[in-house]
């Protein structure tokens, strides 16, 4: 068992998500930084899909009734603790994640997982309707929560270079791609969407990134009827601040969507911090898929070595 | 119909740009055929109004390829019937304590209470679609003369089980949520719950009914649905 002996600012259990149910309303939650999150299963032997803790900003303390094999992978925290590999605690160690200095998240996965009972399909939590991952909510402490036996293999450690290869562009750049209402903006505010440097405002969770500057505002003033909205499309309200629709995102939205990050730099968006710069780089649909391969390509290396 | 890429993993497929039984029909029958293959490159369905957005694994399927299913579907779900066949029914209390705004409702069409709760209870209404929420079916059907606008300060807290009443919608809040819609009742059944399968009472394309109960009645609902049965 681990015992919480504090939570965190935002301690959830996560695994890849819960696909299947957008038709019945729900998104699919899961990892926010899904590459961070396999990898730190990498680490100790999971199969990738592993329920894991994600943490957020500040991390929690936790208490280990017995021997465990750990790593954090994501953003780099304020412990002393190993970063990016596997290593071994003893029943009655209690470890302090501390606060994350350089993103939004980290994982810490423990080896066999985090046993939590599968709900629709999946261990994630879903904040927005209190359902999956531990009593569907975030951790408190006083919590336990109980280390499963759903192990792969041995742990592995990072192939050289991985890291490297595997943050090209800059942190603060998300590539995109247009998207439905792209043509509802004029050459002068895709400008402005594209050459600005965007704030992440304080308001951001896991529902969505949202962003401030100079507005950005369509010249088509009509409504849209409401339709489905893609993971990491990028929708601006009538305000003209653009929000990232994320990982607890609603299914269906009314707000035209000018953009939308591409799949390989999802996982950036789930390292934003509150305060953060960011700024969007248009690519064709065969770039983005290209990235995506590339990444995927490299993740799948790693885990066959 | 229309084919669009939304994202490098999405593709929007729109039946016209409005609301009308007509779309709603070519979504629902368009989700239900690409439902029933099972397709693991496809991730998710997320049918609206005039609308289906398609999510895809994109490393196992081009956006060519998702496009040829669809065109490939839509020949064959002409000939479909597609809904169905018998409507779902939903006990709803329309009393005073769980319906605070029917007044106001009332007052606003120059209706009678007892009208509103009887042209509404009447009405045989379509679920097009499934949003806001998990569980929160956005209803068509609504009659002409109930249609009234959203709360001007929608409520910090509706309960979970509420009915109510938005433009040409109705709908019932199947969690404790905020919603700014006009609640004229309410349903004592769980509307959505993942550890039910199926988790949700209502699903895209359901026809659906609602049946008139009593005080009396709604509180022998809840305590029936407490004790499993």
Redesign the interface.
Same mark, same amino acid.
């Given at each position: 068992m681990i015992h919480v002996v504090k939570p965190g600012l935002l301690t959830t259990v996560q695994d890849l998500g819960r696909y299947g149910f957008a038709h019945l309303g729900l998104s699919p939650a899961g990892a926010a930084d899904s590459l961070s999150f396999r990898l730190a299963n990498f680490l100790v032997g999971n199969h990738p899909n592993t329920p894991a803790l994600e943490i957020t900003l500040v991390g929690p303390t936790l208490e280990f009734d017995a021997n465990a094999t750990l790593a954090i992978f994501g953003a780099r925290t304020s412990t002393s603790l190993p970063l990016n590999q596997a290593f071994d605690v003893s029943g009655g160690e209690k470890i302090a994640i501390g606060s994350l200095l350089d993103g939004a998240r980290t994982y810490l996965a423990v080896r066999g997982g985090i046993a939590v009972p599968s709900v629709m399909n999946s261990c994630a939590t879903f904040l927005p309707a209190r359902l999956g991952g531990f009593e569907g909510r975030a951790l408190r402490a006083g919590d336990c929560i109980a280390v499963g036996e759903n192990v792969l293999g041995v742990g592995k450690e990072l192939p050289s270079g991985l890291l490297e290869e595997l943050s090209r562009t800059g942190p603060g750049t998300l590539r995109v791609t247009p998207s439905l209402q792209h043509d509802w903006f004029e050459a002068p505010e895709v400008h402005l969407f594209r050459e600005q440097v965007f704030t992440v405002s304080d308001a951001s969770n896991r529902s969505g990134v949202r962003l401030r500057g100079e507005p950005v505002l369509p010249h088509v003033k009509r409504e849209l009827l409401t339709e489905g909205v893609a993971l990491g499309a990028v929708q601006i309200p009538p305000d003209g601040q653009p929000i990232i629709l994320f990982v607890d995102q609603q299914t269906t939205g009314g707000y035209p969507k000018i953009a939308n990050v591409i799949a390989a730099d999802l996982s950036r968006v789930g390292q934003l911090r509150p305060r953060d710069k960011v700024r969007f780089h248009f690519v064709t649909m065969a770039q983005a898929l290209q990235a995506l391969e590339h990444q995927e390509t490299l993740l799948y290396r790693a885990f066959a070595l | 119909m229309r084919i669009?890429?939304?994202? !490098?993993?999405?593709l =929007?497929v729109?039946f016209g !740009?409005?609301?009308s039984f007509e779309a709603h029909l070519r979504v629902i029958a368009l @989700?239900q055929a690409l439902?029933q293959l099972r397709d693991p490159r496809i991730?998710?369905?997320?049918?609206?109004?005039?609308? =289906? =957005?398609i !999510?895809f694994y994109?490393?196992s399927a081009t956006?060519g390829e998702l496009e040829s299913l669809v065109l490939s579907q839509s020949s064959k779900f002409e000939s479909r019937q597609g809904l169905t066949a018998e409507p779902v029914e939903v006990p709803v209390c329309y009393e005073a304590e769980f319906a605070p705004d029917l007044a106001n409702v009332a007052q606003h069409l120059r209706l009678s209470a007892e009208e509103v709760v009887t042209l509404h209870a009447a009405g045989e209404y379509r679920v097009y @679609? =499934?949003? @806001?929420? %998990?569980? @929160?079916a956005y209803l068509g059907g609504l009659s002409q003369a109930l249609r009234v606008p959203r709360l001007e300060t929608p409520r910090t807290h509706v309960k979970a089980g509420s009915l109510g009443l938005a433009g040409e919608q109705t709908g019932i809040y199947p969690?404790d949520s905020p919603g700014g819609w006009q609640l004229i009742g309410r349903t004592p059944q769980r509307m959505?719950d993942?550890?039910e399968d199926p988790?949700?009472r209502l699903? %895209?394309g359901d026809r659906v009914r609602f049946r008139r109960i009593s005080r009396v009645e709604f509180e022998q609902l809840v305590r029936d649905q407490e004790h499993g049965k």
């Open positions: - | 669009t890429p939304a994202s !490098d993993s999405a =929007l729109t !740009d409005s609301i @989700f439902e991730q998710n369905l997320h049918p609206a109004y005039a609308s =289906l =957005l !999510d994109p490393l956006q @679609f =499934l949003g @806001f929420s %998990p569980g @929160f969690n959505f993942p550890l988790p949700s699903r %895209p």
